[in-house]
């Protein structure tokens, strides 16, 4: 990510609305408790100066596959 470009959590959304941002330990506790599903598609939420940008959208296990859980 460039410089300056904060993250700010993981935004899930679905024909329900949006979750998120929220940090990756509570993405983790949604997907065991079975509110979502593996294959999930969710972004990272960055922030800078007030802007906003989304990386990329990938599945909800690709994504948490190279996550630290300690990071949030």
Do not use: Y
């Amino acid at each position: 990510m460039l410089e300056g470009w904060v993250f700010q959590g993981w935004v899930h959304k679905n024909g329900k609305g949006q979750l998120g941002p929220v940090p990756t330990a509570t993405l983790r506790g949604l997907l065991s408790a079975g509110h979502l599903q593996p294959m999930d598609i969710v972004c990272k939420q960055f922030a800078r100066n007030g802007d906003i940008c989304l990386s990329s959208p990938l599945p909800l296990e690709l994504a948490l596959r190279n996550e630290d859980p300690e990071a949030d």
